[in-house]
């Protein structure tokens, strides 16, 4: 928008209306939410909800409506045990972090796992097989993959495009007459003539509630000059909890006329990093507090945008008096209103223009060499032009580095797209190339985590998807096995066996359990490091002494075995 409003948006109806109720709630208990629909999480939107279990497990799961299982998927991460279910209305639910599934379900999977010869599976259902009615359970509820506590994580989706939508647009029975909470507001500059009360820095303001609004503290007149953005920090809480959710509708309003709005409502899992642009990445990674951006970067596909311009920045330019309303909505409607005084003014201010070893474009090929490092960034890396930075650490001292300290930008930019990074080793032996990766290190703790890598040429090369400091190290040493179940070959537990499994460094590749010479099925539950295997009287005779060889391999090839008998 040049010089002030030139423009004004038809304001876009949020479809917030009574449907003919279609699903029915996939828990017989009250329905509280933990997690709502596209909130905002780490490189991601959220989903579903997130539906509370009363902080139990095993509580019986059912279909929200008629259909057939199209799709089971287990795994040690993400959704861990997971149900999809295909309905006749062109939607696909799914239901995540499952304890485990109906009797039916669990043996036509443990048959595929054995056939597999593996735990992980993600198996396409026919639709004759498993046809399921609202009023039948088809799983138990749990805290499976990578979930932080008991609950049901439950989806809508597209069936054709299997594009997640808003369950709360579905006339479930969740209850929602609270308004979202403003915290925070910051204003941006958006080139580098423009500034904010004398700076050409962006600018925090703190927000207070009185009259039944959001106000700056002390209501100020904010004199500022050019290109402007705005970021609002806002959370939504549902009724009967204190879970910090997300919005999914927001507005910008300028002497009362629409400017821009954004609108949540449904989007590709291909999208789903570009959160990252939607948001201030950096406030997030240093302070860990979430700003939704009220323009749009150049290098940003969502397409939740309405915008007035091409990017929904504002220009204040004619040394005038402007009111400032931002609206968030949640999903049922309730909204609240952030509302401040801006007056355009010329100002002499201090600049932010920064130099750094060279521009780095969000639409070309960029890559960047020095001595003992090599990037190459694809198009579609980034959202936005920056400035790049790099320096070589030589001051700190680390065991275990075979290569400089190489510190690549500030890991407050975001990265969309992957980008390739090459370090160069310095006195590596021979016989460890095999074992070297590179390590991203904690600037604080000096604590080196694995990113991956192999060698080539005298440099490791891996890609990365975050700046930050990065070096050679080597993982030479096996992954540990403790056994919880089995001492000194006597069995002290009834019904299973467990181990814990952790590695150093590089991480867990992949695990081999043998009972009796035959494959057996352990399970692997990633966050707690355990392995279990529960006993199956189908396929192991009891009464009688056993065998076992357990077999735990990290991502550079380092193996750990522990062997034992057990009778049972």
């Known amino acids: 928008m040049r010089g002030i409003v030139l423009s004004v948006l038809l304001l876009v109806s949020i479809r917030i209306y009574p449907q003919e109720k279609f699903f ?30 009363e902080g139990r497990t095993g509580l019986p799961v059912y279909p929200a409506a008629d259909g057939y299982i199209s799709r089971i998927v287990v795994s040690p991460a993400g959704f861990g045990n997971a149900l999809y279910i295909n309905h006749n209305n062109q939607t696909t639910t ?10 039916a379900v669990s043996a036509y999977v443990k048959n595929i796992q054995y056939k597999n010869e593996s735990f992980s599976v993600d198996i396409s259902v026919p639709p004759g097989i498993f046809q399921v009615s609202k009023d039948e359970i088809i799983a138990y509820s749990g805290n499976s993959g990578s979930s932080g506590g008991p609950h049901l994580h439950f989806e809508i989706r597209d069936k054709k495009t299997q594009e997640p939508l808003n369950p709360f647009e579905f006339n479930l029975n969740i209850v929602d007459k609270t308004a979202p909470l403003f915290t925070g507001l910051k204003i941006y500059p958006l080139d580098e ?6 700076s050409g820095y962006e600018k925090s303001y703190q927000v207070v509630k009185y ?6 503290a002390n209501n100020p007149l904010i004199l500022l000059y050019g290109e402007i953005g705005f970021g609002v920090e806002v959370t939504d809480y549902l009724d009967g909890t204190w879970s910090k959710c997300g919005i999914n509708h927001l507005r910008v309003k300028i002497d009362g006329l629409l400017f821009s709005s954004i609108d949540i409502e449904r989007y590709s899992f291909n999208d789903t990093r570009y959160l990252n642009s939607l948001t201030d990445y950096k406030s997030y990674i240093k302070y860990n507090h979430r700003f939704y951006k009220t323009w749009k970067d150049p290098g940003n596909k969502l397409d939740f945008y309405t915008l007035t311009n091409n990017d929904g920045s504002i220009e204040f330019t004619d040394n005038q008096k402007h009111n400032i309303e931002i609206v968030a909505i949640d999903s049922y409607g309730n909204e609240s209103e952030l509302e401040f005084i801006v007056k355009s003014n010329i100002q002499d201010f201090t600049s932010k223009k920064e130099k750094g070893f060279q521009t780095f474009y969000y639409n070309k090929v960029n890559s960047f060499n020095a ?17 790049f930075d790099y320096n070589v650490d030589y001051q700190t001292i680390i065991p275990g580095l075979f290569s400089n300290i190489h510190k690549v930008h500030h890991n407050y930019s975001p990265i969309h797209d992957p980008i390739k990074l090459a370090v160069k080793t310095k006195n590596l032996p021979d016989r460890l190339q095999e074992k070297a990766l590179i390590v991203k290190i904690d600037e604080k703790t000096g604590k080196k985590n694995s990113v991956g890598g192999s060698f080539k040429n005298g440099f490791v090369e891996c890609n990365i998807r975050a700046f930050g400091d990065f070096a050679v190290s080597v993982d030479t040493i096996a992954p540990i096995i403790r056994s919880l179940s089995i001492s000194n070959n006597i069995l002290n537990e009834v019904s299973q066996i467990r181990f814990r499994i952790s590695d150093e460094l590089s991480g867990i590749k992949s695990y081999l359990g043998i009972i009796d010479g035959k494959w057996a099925l352990f399970e692997y539950d990633a966050k707690n490091s355990l392995l279990s295997y529960k006993f199956d009287p189908e396929r192991m005779e009891f009464n009688k002494n056993h065998t076992l060889h357990l077999t735990v391999s990290d991502n550079k090839n380092n193996t750990a075995v522990y062997e034992a008998s057990f009778f049972k």
Do not use: M, W
């Open 24 to 53: 029915s709630e996939p828990l017989k208990i009250p329905i509280l939410i933990t997690g709502s629909f596209a909130e905002l999480r780490t490189d991601h939107f959220h989903s579903g909800i997130d539906i509370k279990t």
């Open 94 to 103: 799914l239901y995540g972090h499952l304890q485990e599934f109906n009797k």
């Open 193 to 198: 003539n423009t500034h904010i009360e004398g």
């Open 211 to 216: 009259n039944g609004g959001f106000h700056i």
């Open 371 to 387: 001595e003992g490092i090599s990037l190459y960034c694809p198009v579609g890396a980034f959202y936005s032009d920056f400035e």
